[in-house]
């Protein structure tokens, strides 16, 4: 059976425009699914909000960890290094700042998406 997966709906999605969607990232190099991830709003993907990162599970919580103790983020089966951690200062969230052409991104689908 496959994980269900809730928006989350905070004082970030409404400053957006209270629009969000589930993307499934995968590696630029393998193609390999890395993270399930919330984006909201319109634009370009930058950045990875920690708080946003819903699957793996290895990745989940990442906003409560020390931004020294988290690892550039790489690809679990091929080892390509997508992003690497930091603090994004306008909003003081975890991120990860993601490369140039790392990821491909795609809508994941969804029953009664909101």
């Not at 970030?12 to 190099?29: A, D, P, T, V, W």
């Not at 909201?40 to 990162?53: C, K, V």
């Not at 490369?99 to 998406?113: L, M, P």
């Amino acid at each position: 059976m496959k994980k269900e997966f809730a928006t989350k709906r905070d004082k970030y999605k409404s400053s957006r425009g209270g629009y969000s969607r589930l993307l499934n990232l995968h590696c630029f190099q393998c193609n390999n699914v890395v993270i399930i991830y919330q984006k909201d709003g319109p634009g370009n993907l930058r950045r990875l909000y920690m708080d946003r990162i819903m699957a793996p599970e290895k990745l989940v919580g990442l906003q409560n960890e020390n931004i020294k103790d988290i690892s550039a983020l790489k690809c679990n089966e091929c080892g390509f290094v997508i992003g690497s951690p930091y603090i994004y200062k306008s909003e003081k969230r975890k991120a990860f700042r993601v490369f140039q052409d790392a990821i491909i991104k795609s809508v994941k689908k969804r029953k009664n998406y909101k």
